[in-house]
């Protein structure tokens, strides 16, 4: 059964505290992203990589860090330095280079931090 | 800046109506355009359109791409309350995968 997860569904943390998020493909995908849904903002691009051990900014990368050490793993970290934290986070994934491929998103995570 | 634009940002309609939602761009270097459902938590694929004036369609939902305007529009007829979800346009670039998306269109049906 091929997909995306993401863990947890929701997530609460104090402020000040960094906090990761968990993003599985098991469809062999090469590229992945995060993604940040505020209300009336749509998706925007906070980072994404096509390659293992390879990364790129996107949009709005400041304050969040990634690593991608297997394909299939994308985790990404809110730093106690991203100013806005609390938001709906989505990972996707695509078979990516050679494209245009479309995007399968995970199911998300809610981070709400206090 | 690349920008993709969707209007309007909210629609309440009746079931049975037929609904039209327009995407306009200004990106560079624009490859092909992606509509996406959101209905509560995972966006999920609708269509990908490259190519100018080739309608694709599946079910009551069809889109179509001008790349002289820069623009498209989802149409969706016969509309159920299952079709209330938010509708994201989004654009892919040459020279990398990463898509820019809109703002949304929130639809809502009401029976």
């Known amino acids: 059964d091929g997909g995306i997860t993401q863990s947890p569904k929701y997530l609460f943390r104090k402020e000040g505290q960094n906090v990761t998020l968990s993003c599985e493909q098991n469809l062999n995908h090469d590229a992945m992203y995060w993604y940040r849904q505020d209300p009336g903002q749509g998706l925007r691009l906070i980072y994404y990589s096509q390659i293992v051990n390879d990364f790129q900014k996107g949009d709005i990368a400041e304050g969040y860090s990634v690593s991608r050490e297997k394909k299939e793993s994308f985790p990404l970290t809110v730093t106690s330095a991203q100013k806005n934290p609390t938001a709906f986070y989505l990972c996707?994934?695509?078979?990516?280079?050679?494209?245009?491929?479309?995007?399968?998103f995970g199911p998300g995570t809610r981070l709400t931090v206090t | 800046e690349d920008k993709v634009v969707q209007s309007p940002l909210s629609l309440v309609v009746h079931e049975g109506d037929t609904v039209t939602l327009n995407c306009s761009y200004e990106v560079t270097n624009f490859r092909s355009l992606l509509w996406y459902k959101q209905e509560k938590k995972a966006p999920t694929f609708l269509f990908m359109l490259?190519?100018?004036?080739i309608e694709k369609k599946s079910g009551r939902l069809s889109s179509i791409l001008d790349k002289k305007e820069l623009f498209s529009i989802l149409n969706i007829t016969a509309t159920q309350t299952g079709d209330s979800a938010i509708y994201l346009c989004a654009v892919i670039l040459f020279g990398n995968e990463k898509l820019t998306f809109g703002t949304g269109t929130r639809l809502t049906i009401i029976p």
């Open positions: 996707a994934s695509s078979e990516g280079l050679a494209g245009p491929y479309e995007q399968y």
């Open positions: 490259t190519s100018s004036g």
